[in-house]
């Protein structure tokens, strides 16, 4: 027998809205900035025609574990400043931007080099959402201090030029507290040379997955797209077909690791740089590598590196 789709339609001023609650069994939430009827206090953001004009009061409405969804509507865009200007401090929530391409939510970061975004609760998605630097160097776009942390189709952009992230994703200090994490069809692109890591891993971290993503950072020639602190390591990890372009001409370009303690597969990887003397894809020792491929050169496609096992 056919699966049967329940439906849940809402009104507000003689105005039809269908919701698909089949994908959910919690509460839903919508927020429009540039909603005329819209508010931030309680009794909004259960209709699309009375939505939150802020993520963050949303957040604050859901509740624990209970598989709330906050909607995003295209268009919608928020200034955000300050240190924990959004705080996604409640479990299992997911944030879904409606929208493609230019339309997609827009959060802008901006006013000083401390501007963040925290995901301090478990089990947190975020999807199609672009976040936009609006500062030259902010420290970090998100800082993750929770398990099961998800990115999902969302994007790091430079506002204008000389306003970048230096981080786009930063792990807690505490060891294995951001433990499967999982950044998955998302971009990253700025010029910026100031920029250092697209994920600084500061402690040991479980079950990482790093897939499908496209990458493109300013020349730092110190600095690998997986940074990982010294004697920290990288577990389980997954990181499997993502596309890189950065043209360092030294230093380890997609992970940075100096133990022997990791484990996983890194396989599939594309990546272009400008390393002509002795180039290393991947320092993760413990990982076991297949089908990464790196070149330096602009006329010749990328070789398998490390070498095939013989």
Not at 32 to 53: E, I, L, M, Q, V
Not at 81 to 93: E, H, L, P
Not at 289 to 304: C, I, K, P
């Amino acid at each position: 027998m056919a699966k049967t789709e329940l439906f849940v339609r809402k009104t507000s001023g003689g105005v039809f809205t269908v919701v698909n609650e089949s994908l959910t069994t919690g509460n839903i939430y919508f927020v429009d900035s540039g909603s005329s009827t819209g508010g931030t206090s309680a009794g909004y953001g259960n209709n699309p025609d009375a939505p939150f004009t802020t993520i963050d009061s949303a957040i604050n409405q859901t509740t624990a574990n209970n598989g709330d969804v906050i909607y995003v509507m295209a268009g919608h865009s928020e200034t955000l400043t300050g240190a924990s200007a959004i705080t996604c401090d409640v479990a299992g929530v997911t944030i879904i931007g409606l929208g493609r391409g230019t339309a997609r939510p827009t959060l802008l970061l901006d006013a000083g080099a401390s501007v963040s975004i925290v995901v301090s609760a478990a089990n947190v998605r975020w999807e199609n959402v672009i976040f936009s630097a609006g500062h030259a160097d902010i420290t970090v776009a998100i800082d993750v201090s929770a398990a099961s942390a998800e990115f999902h189709r969302c994007e790091w952009k430079e506002n204008t030029t000389a306003e970048n992230f230096l981080t786009s994703i930063r792990t807690s200090a505490s060891a294995n507290a951001c433990d499967g994490l999982s950044v998955t069809e998302c971009v990253a692109t700025t010029v910026d040379t100031a920029a250092v890591n697209f994920i600084t891993v500061r402690e040991d971290l479980d079950l990482l997955v790093m897939n499908d993503n496209f990458i493109e950072l300013g020349v730092q020639d110190a600095n690998a797209i997986i940074g990982v602190a010294s004697g920290k390591d990288l577990t389980s990890c997954r990181i499997l077909r993502n596309y890189i372009y950065r043209l360092n001409t030294a230093g380890d370009l997609l992970v940075d690791s100096d133990t022997t303690a990791n484990s996983g597969i890194i396989a599939h990887n594309r990546i272009g740089h400008a390393d002509t003397a002795s180039e290393i894809l991947i320092d993760a020792d413990g990982v076991r590598q297949f089908d990464n491929l790196g070149t330096a050169t602009n006329t010749a496609s990328g070789y398998v590196l490390p070498a095939i096992d013989s």
